[in-house]
């Protein structure tokens, strides 16, 4: 799964890649022109129905001049990289990319010899740049080409010749001569007036007629020359392609005579070496055939044993059905006892709850009453305290006035000094000052008795009653006692609901189960039908099989046995397993369960947390059940739905060699389950005994769809001895119903609850 998910691309990047791909191999660029060529075409002849009449297009026989001058612009497009206009541009201008001259077509049509300088630099460019792609910065042929006639234009050479001429002419006259006279008479006759204009006009349309009978001449030289000199190359070439043509047929001939006499040595070495394989596969297919006679008589045996086994399997469906039906019997009488269960818990859960609400309005008024004669009493208090302070408040007022007092008296005192100085009576003032001094003093001693009364008075006043503590005592304590009560009450309260909720989803787990069961005795009876048409076709095709198709037969036979032989192996380890389990059994069922009731039953602190409780009863218990944490319903959406068909050999998931201890954890006991064990139903005994289910088959470690395929195939093609078959009768017969359910659950992909763990 995690391969495909790391090679899964999302849309986004598969249609970037696609992008990228189709525009590196340049499939968007002709597509881009394409739809262009169409646009112009539409533009040009618009169609006004609906209808696409397909019109002729007009040929236009363009001029060389017209293809050269199109074919330069669009070198120079695709140089420059407008690819844009260069796709307008070919169907507007009617060209294909096969009519457009090359470099050379057009130098040869503007007349420059090849053996100029500006011939070589434009040839060698356009080379360059069809050789390298990549060198896009050098310039196209146009822009090349301008640039070499601009710099012929601006540094062309110049040069200044003289001429020396000798004394004595050689025609009588020299053309020097004859100039210098028409010079010296023009000049002459200038000054005459307008009368040699028309000579002058004259003069200068012969000189054009001579120079251009000089040029025809040397145009008509140069011409002749040219073809001649290509007349001479055209010759030479020839002659020397002839000369390679020779060489290079007289060296085919002698390699095609080499080919033809190795090849003739092959194919006789080849009909020899045939004829020596023939030979050895004749006798290979002799000795194969004398083989696969012997395998055949194996095979014979084999069906033999297998028709025995076949029989034993159908015996073996038989007991199972009826097991299988008296488990359902089993499973309705559970039903009914769940439901009544689940009645009496719903009622019990509503007693509880009125009666808590009763005692919680009890409670309420009782506090209730007691809270309002706390504050009678508190108001009681309240009065003889406010009259104290009332006191407390005239002392403080009494103590403001002596002290103002005691100012004045201070004043006085001075002024009373003031006089002493300006008098001379000493006796009469020592007087007023002795007993001014004993009035001072009881001011003094009458002013501490008042503030230390305030003092006083102030200090009852900052500390609280002693019944105002007892009652906020009493008040506090009343709080907690609530809030203690709320919370037990709530976690009661969840405790319930908890359990209302594990037992309907028991319920509803009983259901599928059920389910799972008919569907796994209909799959078996399925089964068991296709293994006896299979023997029948097996038994058919060994009459009906020619001699000429052994070979087919014995390759079926041969991996029909290996199938067999697979599913030996895979019974003898789940028979291993058996043993272990029985062996780990014994221990367990020596050891003492607890019991719990279910006012005791521990209670996680969640109310979310599943409470995992078993429905024990007093009869004896398989050894085998382990807890297994609930699951979801088998036909949920998460779960997709596994199909029935029986797996190959190759297929089928290895037996689990190992199982995860049992985890101990409390079980609840309840007085229902009691009375349905004291009274068990006719169904009852060693079948349900052994039904039980182990904790690594449905473990919570990883997913129930990892593991999980079609149920195990029970046919085996090695029987059991006949010491163990005796010694376990009575073990098998007990877990037949137990491995039918396990492999419906198991094929059904979801866990077993541990409620519904069955037992006696």
Not at 89 to 102: A, N, R, S, V
Not at 247 to 263: F, V
Not at 419 to 448: C, G, I, S
């Amino acid at each position: 799964m995690s391969v495909a998910k790391e090679e899964a691309l999302s849309p986004d990047e598969l249609r970037k890649r696609l992008y990228q791909t189709f525009k590196n191999r340049g499939v968007l660029d002709t597509l881009k022109t394409q739809l262009r060529n169409q646009l112009i075409h539409e533009l040009k002849h618009p169609i006004l129905s609906g209808e696409t009449v397909p019109r002729p297009v007009p040929m236009k026989s363009d001029s060389v001049l017209v293809t050269a001058s199109n074919s330069l612009v669009a070198d120079h497009l695709r140089n420059s990289g407008y690819e844009y206009t260069l796709s307008v541009f070919y169907p507007e201008c009617g060209m294909g990319k096969d009519k457009i001259f090359t470099s050379r077509d057009i130098l040869q049509l503007m007349k420059i010899s090849p053996r100029s300088p500006l011939y070589k630099s434009l040839v060698i460019t356009s080379s360059c740049i069809l050789a390298w792609p990549l060198l896009m910065f050098l310039p196209g042929f146009l822009m090349s080409l301008l640039i070499e006639l601009t710099d012929r234009h601006l540094h062309g050479e110049w040069r200044d010749a003289d001429t020396q001429t000798t004394s004595t002419p050689a025609y009588r006259e020299s053309l020097v001569d004859k100039m210098k006279m028409i010079d010296e008479e023009y000049e002459a006759l200038r000054y005459k007036g307008d009368k040699w204009v028309s000579y002058e006009s004259k003069l200068a349309a012969y000189r054009k007629e001579v120079e251009a009978q000089v040029q025809a001449e040397m145009n008509a030289k140069l011409q002749h020359y040219k073809d001649v000199e290509m007349s001479k190359v055209k010759m030479e070439e020839k002659d020397k392609s002839r000369k390679e043509i020779l060489q290079l047929r007289q060296d085919m001939e002698r390699t095609y005579e080499m080919k033809s006499g190795a090849l003739i040595n092959r194919e006789k070495n080849a009909i020899d070496r045939l004829q020596k394989q023939q030979e050895i596969e004749e006798k290979d297919i002799y000795m194969q055939r004398q083989a696969v006679l012997k395998e055949i008589e194996t095979v014979r045996n084999r069906e033999a044993e297998l028709r025995l086994r076949v029989e034993a399997f159908e015996k073996t469906c038989k007991i199972q059905e009826d097991k299988t039906k008296t488990m359902e019997e089993l499973l309705r009488r559970r039903e009914l006892a769940v439901k009544t269960t689940e009645d009496t818990y719903d009622q019990k859960l509503k007693n509880e709850l009125s009666r808590y609400q009763l005692e919680l309005n009890e409670e309420y008024t009782k506090r209730t009453e007691k809270l309002t004669e706390n504050e009678k009493r508190n108001k009681g208090l309240y009065f003889p305290v406010g009259r104290r302070y009332k006191q407390c408040i005239n002392c403080c007022m009494e103590l403001e006035t002596s002290q103002s007092q005691y100012s004045l008296l201070t004043q006085q005192n001075e002024l009373l000094r003031e006089r002493l100085e300006t008098m001379n009576d000493y006796p009469t003032l020592r007087r007023e000052r002795v007993e001014q001094q004993a009035q001072l003093r009881l001011l003094m001693k009458q002013l501490e008795e008042a503030q230390e009364e305030n003092q006083r008075l102030r200090a009852d006043l900052g500390r609280p009653s002693v019944e105002q503590l007892a009652l906020q005592t009493e008040l506090r304590r009343l709080e907690s006692a609530r809030r203690l009560s709320e919370e037990e009450f709530d976690s009661h309260r969840q405790v319930l609901q908890a359990q209302l909720h594990n037992e309907v989803e028991r319920c509803a787990q009983l259901k599928a189960q059920l389910i799972d069961c008919e569907e796994r005795t209909q799959w078996m009876t399925t089964h068991a039908e296709d293994i006896k048409m299979q023997l029948r076709q097996t038994q058919l095709g060994t009459l009906s099989v020619s001699p000429d198709s052994d070979a087919e037969l014995v390759a079926g036979a041969k991996a029909r046995i290996r199938e067999l032989e697979k599913e030996a192996e895979t019974l003898e380890e789940a028979y291993r397993n058996y043993q272990q389990r029985a062996v780990h059994a014994t221990v367990s069922h020596m050891l003492p369960p607890r019991c719990l009731s279910p006012q005791r039953a521990p209670v996680s602190p969640r109310p979310h947390s599943t409470q995992r409780q078993h429905i024990s009863h007093q009869r004896p218990r398989s050894p085998q059940r382990q807890q297994v944490p609930p699951q979801p319903c088998p036909h949920s959406p998460q779960h997709p739905q596994v199909s029935h068909r029986p797996l190959s050999p190759q297929q089928q998931p290895p037996p689990q060699r190992t199982r995860a201890p049992a985890s101990p954890q409390p079980r609840v006991t309840f007085a229902e389950d009691l009375s349905q064990d004291q009274y068990p139903g006719p169904g009852s005994g060693r079948e349900f005994q052994s039904l039980d289910f182990s904790e690594a088959r449905f473990s919570g470690d990883r997913h129930p769809l990892e593991g999980t395929s079609s149920p195990h195939r029970r046919l085996s093609s090695t029987p059991l001895s006949l010491s163990r078959s005796q010694l376990h009768t009575e073990h098998v017969e007990g877990r037949s119903v137990q491995s039918v359910l396990l492999g419906c659950f198991t094929s059904n992909g979801f866990n077993v609850p541990s409620a519904l763990l069955l037992r006696q």
